[in-house]
């Protein structure tokens, strides 16, 4: 009798080990036939492929495909421009990696900052890169690469300005000199002097930081050079707007700015260069709260509208006729029914 519950236990304790054994050899061919080696990231525009795919392969079972697809499901993450992560299964050995970026605008530069803010105008994010910054970072080069450039790069400005604030210093004293030898003419120079200190005084109000009083004056005097190739929106595009008015900036608070067509005119150029149109090498406001784009050479005057799809479309249409030439395009009178717009030439490149 004790011999057969013997047998019986003996079989019982090798049946369990043949299942443990199944068992385990499942496992490991499971996991030698779900296992990474090769994938696909779409979505990013401020992280490189590599540093998604080190984010998203963490962990004992992160090389496991069936494992990253059933953990990443639209999957919230903590990152200043994240959203979510997707993994989807492609093949045995093959992920695709979506990632889902905030949806920003556009960035303002203030205190040494970059102040990220979404389409109602409220600041998400401070960051101490700008766009330029992450497009060099995507084409391969460190942060640390970045930082150290804009370093050098503010050190020989800073160099440049020194030498201007002398030449100014000194322009200055002629001036005063000339002043008071010319008494005849002091009330002109006064009024002179007035109209400096009030263009003074709004350019301190750019939040910028730039001294940017007016966007389109300043462009089109200084834009000598002719327009170069024009370019497609390829991303997530997020401009650094420049001449907007505000006294402060923190993260969860709205811009105050002083127009509010500001950012759904954003919201509106944002989408038109996300979906294929050309992307401006700049965006700017006047102190009237006009959009100004810039390309190359070429300024286009949008003006204050908030609906500004119809313009951008135009736009969009005019600008490859005007490639290699300088000047203005005025469209901040453009009402939808008018055929003709005015495009002001640069007379040195005329």
């Known amino acids: 009798m004790s011999v057969r519950k013997s047998d019986r236990g003996k079989e019982r304790g090798e049946r369990g080990l043949l299942i443990g054994g199944l068992i385990f050899a499942g496992l490991i ?15 990013n525009y401020h992280a490189s492929d590599t540093e998604i795919i080190e984010y998203v392969m963490q ?39 979506r990632v889902t970026e905030k949806k920003l605008i556009g960035s303002v530069f203030y205190n040494g900052s970059y102040w990220y803010f979404d389409t109602r105008g409220i600041v998400r994010i401070r960051s101490d890169f700008g766009e330029a910054d992450y497009r ?21 400005e800073s160099g440049t300005t020194g030498s201007a604030g002398t030449a100014g210093l000194a322009a200055e004293s002629a001036g005063t000199d000339a002043g008071t030898a010319g008494t005849a003419n002091g009330a002109e120079a006064s009024a002179a002097g007035a109209a400096g200190s009030s263009n003074s005084a709004a350019g301190t109000t750019n939040g910028s930081g730039d001294g940017t009083a007016d966007a389109a004056g300043r462009t089109a005097a200084g834009s000598d050079n002719a327009s170069g190739p024009l370019r497609k929106g390829n991303g997530n595009y997020i401009p650094v707007v420049t001449g907007l008015s505000f006294s402060a900036v923190s993260v969860g608070q709205p811009l105050a700015v002083l127009f509010t067509n500001v950012f759904p005119g954003l919201r509106e150029l944002k989408k038109y260069v996300d979906e294929g149109g050309y992307e401006p090498d700049s965006v700017e406001y006047t102190l009237d709260g006009e959009m100004v784009l810039i390309f190359g050479g070429i300024t286009v005057n949008i003006g204050s509208f908030t609906e500004i799809e119809e313009e951008l479309y135009v736009m969009n249409n005019i600008l490859p006729s005007l490639e290699g030439q300088s000047g203005i395009l005025h469209m901040e009178n453009y009402d939808g029914s008018s055929n003709r717009l005015i495009f002001s030439k640069n007379e040195k490149n005329s």
């Open 59 to 97: 962990g004992p079972f992160s090389y496991n495909t069936v494992f990253l697809a059933m953990s990443y499901n639209d999957r919230e993450v903590d990152d200043s421009f994240i959203e979510k992560i997707s993994v989807d299964m492609k093949s045995t050995h093959t992920i695709e990696v």
């Open 29 to 43: 061919l499971f996991f030698f036939i779900f296992r990474i080696d090769g994938y696909t990231v779409t979505g």
């Open 136 to 156: 060099e970072h995507l084409a391969g080069k460190s942060f640390s690469e970045i930082r150290a450039a804009a370093a050098k790069n503010a050190a020989a």
